[in-house]
């Protein structure tokens, strides 16, 4: 499972960033963004082959989903680092315009369905932004939202969202420990950032759950883990494979 990697794209709006794909499956895609960084070593978006991207790649593989892991486009790492959330807007263009690009390079992919994963500041730019505004041809699918997940409400009353409203499963995964001084900004919760997302979508008509994970800081989710919880393998074989492949049993209780 080699995927293509550092593949370079520039928007019709002037950002330009890249990304990584699997070619994992056929029955949807799933997409990943990571958290602020300030420096690409310190993040798992610069290591596809290895890590948090390659066990994603085989869960993807195990879903029959297409697997993108897709860096962020800011160019200004000052403040609060290379970020997703900030200028989401933008971003949220610049995201649009790559889905839009691959849909078209990759026919025999179910675009119709699609799984989003992000965590800290990339969970922000899910509820923010994408599924705050929507995902052009997006019917089914869902949203593993890690350690964030804000939202103002009211949210989803663009055109593009409402085809996804009660048809979008969106888990919340956030540790009791993850409040205010366990990340940057300092001032940040994403304990209650999750909640008021939560709030804010269920009060929408979305399918949402709430996962809080006891004695779990913003350094200690597994995203795979996450995933799996939340999206069951397309049959109980797959799933043993990408278990036995990656070294990793599941867990099966929820919280």
Known sequence: ?????????????????????WHTGSAGILYYFDGDYWDLEDTSINWPEEGDLARLAIAAQ?????????????????????????????????FRALHEHL?????????????LIGYSGGAE???????????EGMTGGGAVIIGG?????????????????????????????????ATNPPEWSALGAAEEGVAAFRDAGFDTHL??????????????????????????SAGLRAALSDGWVRLTRDT
């Not at 009211?154 to 969106?170: D, E, L, N, Q």
């Not at 006891?214 to 049959?235: I, K």
Request: glycine share 8%.
């Open 103 to 115: 849909v078209a390079a990759n026919p025999d992919v179910d675009a119709s369905s699609i799984w």
């Open 1 to 21: 499972m080699t995927p293509e990697t550092f593949v370079d794209f520039t928007a019709p709006n002037g950002l330009s960033s890249w990304y990584h794909v």
């Open 125 to 135: 730019f899910i509820t923010y932004e994408l599924l705050d505004r929507g995902i």
């Open 149 to 181: 997940g804000g939202a103002n409400a009211p949210v989803a009353h663009k055109k593009k969202a409402r085809p996804c409203i009660g048809s979008t499963a969106m888990h919340w995964w956030v540790g009791d420990r993850d409040v205010d001084g």
């Open 62 to 94: 195990a879903r029959d989903l297409m697997f993108v892991a897709v860096n962020t486009p800011d160019e200004d790492g000052s403040g609060d680092g290379y970020t997703w959330w900030e200028d989401c807007k933008a971003n949220g263009k610049y």
């Open 211 to 236: 996962h809080v994970l006891p004695d779990t800081d913003h350094s200690g989710y597994d995203a795979v883990e996450c995933l799996a919880r939340a999206l069951p393998a397309v049959s109980r």
